[in-house]
């Protein structure tokens, strides 16, 4: 069990640039969620995926958001036209069992800052 | 809608005393609900967590949480701190046949002095 992996740690980047981060699930985890948290605050719901398809996206995850699963292994999130206020760290995490019940399993985050 | 509080952003204890952290949920549902700690440059790893079976919860490093429905309340506490208990610590609360999404509080700082 190597645990969930994200790339990169740390992606600083300039207004209006587009940026593209990685998730690596555990391996036998059908479950994936993108979380973001913000200075001060706890993580925040973006959006939930079950194998390869995406069932909820929150109201956080602007038009500039998207987010993908092809295959129901790795997950990305890109972010387009970057602003000051996207400035956070995106955690992902991943699990598997009952709905509601289940242990998220959270990988270390990508800290992107936007100058 | 579900939500979560947690009283104090900031905690401070001696080492050895006892911690405890307070987080107070709203639900219209039975909910499960979890705390997660977070060290430094890390991502949150799961102490324990709550899901309708025996209301006194016990986690690892110690810790241990009681459900209590009549006070809507989840409070975190370990009897004696260490140093090493020094992190950010989040209650979160998911719902039953939901999409598994978590809501968490806005997270206790926990230090702990020599």
């Known amino acids: 069990d190597t645990g969930v992996s994200q790339d990169p740690r740390h992606k600083i980047t300039k207004r209006g640039q587009n940026v593209t981060f990685r998730c690596d699930p555990i391996?036998?985890?059908?479950?994936l969620y993108w979380y973001r948290q913000t200075l001060g605050q706890g993580p925040e719901f973006l959006t939930y995926?079950?194998?390869?398809?995406?069932?909820?996206k929150s109201r956080l995850l602007s038009d500039r958001f998207s987010a993908e699963r092809p295959k129901g292994s790795f997950s990305t999130l890109e972010i387009q036209r970057t602003e000051q206020g996207d400035s956070a760290m995106y955690l992902c995490?991943?699990?598997?069992?009952?709905?509601?019940?289940?242990?998220?399993?959270f990988g270390p985050g990508t800290r992107l800052t936007v100058t | 809608a579900q939500s979560v509080t947690q009283l104090g952003s900031h905690v401070s204890v001696s080492e050895g005393a006892l911690v405890l952290l307070r987080c107070n949920y709203s639900?219209?549902?039975?909910?499960?609900l979890f705390w997660y700690v977070q060290y430094p440059n890390q991502g949150l790893q799961l102490l324990l967590k709550y899901t309708s079976a025996a209301t006194l919860v016990k986690g690892i490093n110690g810790f241990e949480a009681e459900f209590k429905k009549s006070e809507t309340s989840f409070h975190l506490t370990k009897p004696s701190a260490h140093m090493r208990d020094a992190a950010e610590y989040f209650c979160a609360v998911g719902l039953p046949y939901n999409t598994d999404k978590l809501i968490f509080g806005t997270g206790t700082r926990l230090q702990v002095f020599p």
């Open positions: 391996s036998e985890h059908n479950r």
């Open positions: 639900s219209s549902v039975p909910p499960y």
């Open positions: 995490a991943s699990s598997v069992g009952l709905a509601g019940a289940n242990e998220q399993y």
């Open positions: 995926f079950q194998n390869e398809a995406q069932l909820e």
